[in-house]
Structure formats: C-alpha cells, structure tokens
C-alpha cells in the first residue's frame, strides 16, 4: 500500500462543537410530567423505516430482533438510541463523561517502534515509565530488555476493591526448555503452583507443589501467552507472597481501565485462547493472581506479562472541547436538549424522557436473506492516527496552544460512511471471531408510533429533524454498518397533536387530536432557524449552516463506493501513520469548493466557539 494514501475506515467523524446550547437553566425549569400543558407540544407520531440495503438487527442470541408477538422489529430502545446521537449533533449537546463518553485511560504497549515521528516518542515514553535497560543474559551472552521498574505480586478482590501484596523476593525469569519445567506439561497462558529452590538468585530446581521436598519454598510459575517470534518466550516463577508488606489497593479508574483495554482485545484472545480467557480477567472473590504491576503518576498498572500495557498520560476526556471539559461534573447546570428532552439520571436527580418510542413491526411477511459472516473487530480508540485530529497521541499536547495547554483533540462523533451492502468476508483461520448476520430483505418496512409530551416548538422541531434528517439523507440501524449494512430511510408519516382544549371541554365526542402532519417542515425551520438565534450571539445563524452540521449531514446522504471506506489490513495498520482525513476535507474536495489542484482548507485546530450558557 502507498502510505501517502493514509488512513482508511468505513468510518469517519463528525467534529465535536465547541458551542453547547443550553435551553434551561436548570432542571428546576423543565415541564412538569403531572400536567399536559396547553402552551406546549404533546403528540405522536407515526413513521416508516424502509430498509435501503440488508438490515440485521440482533435480538443477543444471533437472530433478528422479534416482538412479544413473534413479529420481526426494531426495538424503540434502538430508535431512541439513533435520535438520541442525532441530537446531540443537531442540537449541539454537552458531553458528559461516563454517559456520552466511557472515560479512561487507552493502554499501550511501545516495545519496538518507528525510528521517527509520534512513535519515537511513545517509545520514549514507555521505556522511561518501566524504566528499561539493558543487561547481559550470563547464560547467552545476548543483551536483554529488563523493565527495571516493574514489580510481582497477587492481585485479589478485598473488601473494598481490588489490592495486590508484593511477591517475598523478585520474580524469576525460567527458561520454558529446562526439564523440571518440561516435567510439569506444556501450555501457554495459565499458571502452575510449584515448589522450588534458588540460591543466589538462581532457581536450581522446580517440582509439583506439595513435593514435600526439604529446603523448598513455595511459589506460582506463570505461562504468558503464545510465542511472538521462533524464540520461545520465558517463563516467571513468583515467589509467595510478603505477609510483612502493605497490600497496593488498585485505584476504580485504573481497574475501569483495564476492564476497557480487555474488552477491546477479547475477540483476538478469545480467538487463540477460547478456553483460556479466564487468564486474562480480574480474579474472582476468594481467587488470587499473579501479575506484575508497575506504580507510575499516580496509577497502579497490572497485567500477565512483564511489558506492561500502560495509559496514556490523559483519559478521553481531556481531548474534549473546552466548553466540554469546563461544564464537567455539573449535575445542577443547565440543561442541553438532548437532556432535557429525552430525560437523565444523576447520583443527584433524574427526570423521566418527554418522548416514547414504540417497537417499529415489520409490515408484511419479510424476506430473511441468506446468512453472511463478517468481521465485527475494528480499530479502537487505541489507533491514534484514527481518533485523533492530526494524528496527534494521547501523551501529547497541543504545542500552539498556549498557557491553556490543551491536550490532544478528539475527532468527534463516529459515523460509518454510506455504501452499498458487501459481505464481509472472514480470513481463513479467523472463523471463531465471525459474526453471523441473518438480515432482512432489501425494502423491507417498520412502522411504529413515537409519542412526546410537553415539547416546545423548537424541541419538537429538533426531534423531527433528528428522526427524518435531510432530504436524501439516511439512518444506519443494526450491525454490519462497516460493509453497507443497515442503510435505511425514515419517513414521517404522520404528525398528530393533542388540542387540551377539546380533550378537556364538555363535548366527549370531540376528536381530540389536530392533524399536523404538513407542518412538520415548518417546525423543523423553527429550529433551524431559531435555535442559535435563541442561544445568543449575532449575527443569528441557521443551524444547517454551522461547518459540522454540514459535515454530518454530508455523511447521511453521500453514498460510497466502498474503495476507501473499508478496513485496512493489519500489515497495513502496522506501517501507516498518517492521520485519517477529515470529513470537511473530503466535503470541500467532492463538492467542488476547493480550487483544482488546491489543498483543501484545514479545519480550525480547537472548535471553541461557545454559545450563551
């Protein structure tokens, strides 16, 4: 691959605002869910989502989603969770994290690295954390890495977290080909309770444990996982632990960390290590683990191998807009849309969402087509030059910034790129981490009624506009969106409101509700239009307007031909540093903007500008 190409994903970014609005002040200003106001909106309405390519949506056991009446759907929890992430952007709303944005630190591993660039650096980095040097095997003569700043332990679950005790002595690198380890059987990734005699710093003999040997001490031999290279790697005997020694308590951040880094490997271990994957996962109550452990900034890391995978220097939250990362922790603030509309709860407070979704029912007999493999794995946050503007890592900060030393910056919010429906294919080997999607036929159709109370015109407006998007554009419902999966339209087919007015006058035969299904244009422009003008700030401008609503909405509606929207390689991944291109880039280039030959203009480094607050 010519690596001027750069990254390239079936997916991209719609950059992060740094404008928030903010229509409340407090939750103590939203409509109360005891009274049906006469000055606002209450309502249904009734959509169609007509499938455009296959679509799958899982029901958790491998089958397409069915109702309680063994009818396919869409479940409303899914549709709400599609206009929920609409609105964000569309109603350009706070990022919280923990609800918006699992906030942590990315582990990495820079043992070997590009002899330049970013990757020099983090291999700086990672070697002075562990504190490597070099040392001469006496036995080869061959120089060794040695992560001097790296201890063993046992990790276990206590009373109030997760602690790790410090090993009696440090830890022992085996040669896997001496005998009295060959006696004890072969295999990778586990641990083995052993018996065993050193002098010296040297471990003259291993037996069983339980040998009854005089002179023996007790320990645990640790199995890492399967050589990377012809040269089988080493085995480590942990001594017992030191009952003298204070227990380490592993701090939440670190252990929802690790959670997050395993998660994001688990299908590549489960595909080598299927029944071994207990090794890898914190140990239960009452169980104990050997790991080594390395204390640095603050943070405690662990793991089963002596190069650890540590964290960056910041979590995902600091990558954040300004105005994000200053309204942070502010449970009594003000209020952004999609809060207020679709409801929160907090340690604090909660309030119920404004807007029902109903299961969307398939109308018909659909036709299930033939099931198609694919592969789910992608890249994670971890690959940098994906997530990051300017390929920049998360140890780095912002060098034109300042005083205000702003770190790395988040692309924003991710989006697959439209495209027609291509299976995935599974290379040969790699079947156990397939998925197998059963999709529904091409025009396949749900229809389903969305209700909502107490909605201003402006919030009505922004719901409408997230459910039905732009002329042209499309929603991605259900798995299998990196191949062109699940490309659907959504129709509004009806907008139906409440008049308090008949509903509680004397008339009982008064049909209560008004037709508004032609006006459903009219409040999607009160927003647009009225929304920013609302917010402060002049001139008044269009939300449609503003450069990230047009990037979005430039991924709704563009249709790929799939060339530069799949995923890469691993080889590929492996040599290829150059940032993934941005979506404004792509825009300014495809729709004729930029000037023939012209470099296309580069976004603005940090999207602060603020709305009133």
Known sequence: MDERRGVRAP???????GRILLPY??????????????????GELHVTLEAETPVFVSDGRGFFFRDAGGRYAIPGSTVRGITRENMQILGFGLLRPGEDLTDYQIYFRQVAAASKGADQRLRADYADALGVFEKKNPRTGRKVSVPGAVASGYLRRGRNGYVIRPTAGPYFRIDRSRADVQRLGAGNARTVP?????KDGVVEEILPAGSGAPGMRRGMLLYTGRPVSRIPNPLYLFPEEDSGAPELPVPEEDILSFRVDLESRKKMLLAFYRDQFHFWELPAAGERKPVF?????????????????????????AGLPRRHREMMGQEDGPLDYPRAILGFASQKRSYRSRVSFG??????????????????????????????????????????SGADADRFQLRGYKQYWLKPAQPGGVPPGKERVGSILRPLAVGTRFRGVIRFRNLTELELGLLLWSLRLEEGCFQTVGMGKPYGYGRMRLRIDRLRLLDDGRLYGGDLSADPWTDETDQVDRYIDRYDCGALAEAGGAPPARVRDQPEIQDF????RTVRDGRDTSYMRLEEYRKVRTPLPAVRSIRDREEGRAEPGARPPKPPDRPDGEGRS
């Open 11 to 17: 997916y991209n970014f719609v950059p992060f605002s």
């Open 25 to 42: 002040a407090g939750p103590a200003e939203l409509p109360s869910h005891s009274e049906l106001r006469p000055d606002l909106r209450s």
């Open 194 to 198: 052993v018996d065993y005699r050193a």
């Open 293 to 317: 452990y390395l204390r640095h900034k603050g943070h405690l890391y662990f793991g089963t191998t002596l190069f650890l995978r540590i964290g960056y220097q910041y979590p995902l939250s």
């Open 359 to 400: 299961d969307l029912t398939a109308v018909g007999e659909p036709r299930e087509e033939a099931p198609v493999r694919v592969m789910l794995a992608e890249p994670k946050p971890s690959y940098y030059p994906g997530y990051v503007v300017d390929g920049r890592h998360y140890n780095e900060v912002n060098p034109e």
């Open 553 to 556: 909405f430039f991924m709704k």
